[in-house]
């Protein structure tokens, strides 16, 4: 029993992380049609304003608060001054972005020295259930996931601007004939993907520690996220994402039954994550729930 509630706390866990990471690329992809290859440097961003309000003496949980806001600023400077003007070659915006990112993670790398920072957790410490101990911070990522992305889901399907937006994604000429300024509405979903990006950032600082490379290794599982889930609206990505999650953990639950962890590498158990979110997009290549934006 107690096995079973340590890997589902941890199922828990790492998706809420991937989440958090894949909402805001997903808003991103399904709307204006690109591809945000920098979009785990926006990650980045998140984690080292956190780690900059530790340095300057200020408590982790004003980092954590700041960290949306000063991220949505700079993706609304990046969208305003480049990404506008390649909405019409999304291939072209897509290379951009990645270029844009690169920039970004060797500015950090510069910044911090090419080092790994931990960076301590808000709320330290771990409660007992079921007779094993859990982590209290990674409880707390896995309720602020919740509450966000609720609040997400409620805001785009229950506010006026949400609703545009999801007409934007359903039809954006359609949109533009309404008279909705589709201009305003794409730099509004980048620096809100932005912003959902720094938060994913802030709240897994604690759990991975600080170094350039941190929103790297999530890129490539949230691609495949939104593959998995389906570009054209909110829900499908996040499901994706949720997949993913779960897969990640229980491969390597696997490898603890004693037979399997003689024969099975943990990177092998990574590639069988691939193998089988691959698998998935093969049988279903428009996604778990998907509605044809791009």
């Excluded at 808003?27 to 979009?39: E, K, Q, R, T, Y």
Aim: hydrophobic fraction near 60%.
């Amino acid at each position: 029993m107690e096995a079973v509630v340590k890997l589902v706390f941890d199922i828990l866990a790492f998706s809420s992380i991937m989440v958090l990471v894949v909402a805001g690329l997903a808003v991103i992809a399904s709307l204006m049609g690109i591809f945000n290859l920098g979009h785990g440097e926006f990650v980045l961003l998140g984690a080292y304003t956190v780690f900059l309000f530790r340095e300057w003496g200020l408590p982790e949980w004003g980092g954590m608060l700041a960290a949306p806001v000063a991220v949505a600023l700079v993706g609304l400077l990046i969208e305003a001054l480049f990404i506008r003007r390649l909405y019409a070659a999304p291939i072209i915006a897509m290379l951009a972005t990645y270029a844009i990112g690169l920039i970004i993670r060797e500015i950090v790398r510069g910044l911090i020295g090419g080092q790994f920072y931990a960076v301590d957790e808000p709320i330290a410490g771990s409660f007992e259930f079921a007779g094993g101990s859990f982590s209290i911070w990674r409880a707390v990522v896995i309720v602020v996931t919740v509450a966000v992305m609720s609040g997400c889901y409620l805001f785009l399907t229950r506010t006026p601007l949400g609703l545009q937006i999801r007409g934007a994604m359903e039809n954006p000429a359609l949109a533009r004939a309404s008279g909705v300024s589709t201009t305003t509405l794409y730099a509004f979903t980048f620096a809100f993907g932005a912003a959902l990006a720094g938060l994913a950032g802030a709240m897994m600082v604690p759990l991975f520690s600080l170094s350039a490379d941190l929103g790297v290794r999530f890129l490539v599982q949230a691609f495949l996220s939104v593959m998995l889930g389906g570009i054209g609206t909110f829900e499908g990505p996040v499901l994706g994402s949720a997949m993913l999650g779960a897969m990640v953990p229980g491969f390597q639950w696997l490898r603890e039954i004693p037979f399997i962890v003689d024969h099975v590498s943990p990177v092998f158990a990574e590639v069988l994550v691939f193998v089988a979110a691959l698998t998935i997009v093969k049988l279903r290549p428009q996604g778990l729930i998907s509605k044809g934006r791009i």
